[in-house]
């Protein structure tokens, strides 16, 4: 499944929207997120590793790397 549609989901399960996400990190980074800029850096793929540990910070799930070996 690709980050975009990842993503999407886990919201709607919070009952929340892309532009109350938006706001969340733009309160938490200081940095200008929008739903205008959160929607482009989903649809073209190009959200940072750390904006996807904020992203689910901030809707109460954890990411994490399990090796696939063991």
């Known amino acids: 499944m690709k980050a975009r ?3 999407k989901a886990l919201i ?3 009952c929340t929207t892309i532009t109350g996400l938006a706001r969340l990190m733009k309160e938490k980074t200081g940095k200008p997120y929008t739903f205008k800029s959160l929607t482009g850096k989903l649809q073209r793929g ?3 590793l750390d904006e996807a540990y ?3 910070d901030l809707l109460d799930y954890k990411l994490e790397f399990i090796d696939k070996k063991g």
């Open 12 to 14: 709607a399960m919070r």
């Open 54 to 56: 904020l992203i689910a």
């Open 46 to 48: 190009s959200l940072s």
């Open 5 to 7: 549609s990842q993503i």
